[in-house]
Antibody, heavy 116, light 109 residues
Framework: EVQLVQSGAEVKKPGATVKISCKVS????????MHWVQQAPGKGLEWLGL????????IYAEKFQGRLTITADTSTDTAYMELSSLRSEDTAVYYC?????????WGQGTLVTVSS | DIQMTQSPSSLSASVGDRVTITCRASQSISSHLNWYQQKPGKAPNLLIN???TLQSGVPSRFSGSGSGTDFILTISSLQPEDFATYFC???????????FGGGTKVEIK
């Protein structure tokens, strides 16, 4: 059974950095891109970026360039998303999702709240 | 960047109605278009990929069509469990830099 299990909710102050993990099981981690998607409260889905776990290659959405780092640890089958210089508008649920010509499996989501 | 325009942003319909949701890309994306359903508090669920391929376990009342810039998601006979928000998403580039449509909330009339 394919599973993507994310780390728990976070509360951060403006200017801080958050790092979320996404541990996968049930498939070969290095065979598929892993994407990260943001969903602000009551809003739509926004793509943050992806990592190729086999090559370590990353691509980031232009909006998040410079603040976003996505990595993959093949020794633990875990992907990470780190977002720095947090501001109130980064308050959102963050999802990891496996790409098999469509995002066919998703993590449960991690709520990040940015508040002073 | 490829922009995705989804319409309508919301609609009210009754059980048994036929529902169509459209998605337009700012440039041709061939058939690199996926549809998702999302219910409150849950992650999105992939319904259709490659514009028209129904995912395993998705009821046959869902169908997708289109290519190039214009795409349609059709629910042939709306069921109570179909009240949700639907998103389109393009993945034209390689590696895929994704863009989502704004979403369509399907509500009970």
């Amino acid at each position: 059974e394919v599973q993507l299990v994310q780390s728990g909710a976070e509360v951060k102050k403006p200017g801080a950095t958050v790092k979320i993990s996404c541990k996968v099981s049930g498939y070969t981690f290095t065979d598929y891109y892993m994407h990260w998607v943001q969903q602000a409260p009551g809003k739509g889905l926004e793509w943050l970026g992806l990592v190729d776990p086999e090559e370590g290659e990353t691509i980031y959405a232009e909006k998040f360039q410079g603040r976003l780092t996505i990595t993959a640890d093949t020794s633990t089958d875990t992907a990470y998303m780190e977002l720095s210089s947090l501001r109130s508008e980064d308050t959102a649920v963050y999802y990891c999702a496996k790409d098999a010509n469509g995002l066919d499996y998703w993590g449960q989501g991690t709520l990040v709240t940015v508040s002073s | 960047d490829i922009q995705m325009t989804q319409s309508p942003s919301s609609l009210s319909a009754s059980v048994g109605d036929r529902v169509t949701i459209t998605c337009r890309a700012s440039q041709s994306i061939s058939s690199h278009l996926n549809w998702y359903q999302q219910k409150p508090g849950k992650a999105p669920n992939l319904l259709i990929n490659a514009a028209s391929t129904l995912q395993s376990g998705v009821p046959s009342r869902f169908s997708g069509s289109g290519s190039g810039t214009d795409f349609i998601l059709t629910i042939s006979s709306l069921q109570p469990e179909d009240f949700a928000t639907y998103f389109c998403q393009q993945s034209y580039s390689n590696p895929p830099e994704l863009t989502f449509g704004g979403g369509t909330k399907v509500e009970i009339k």
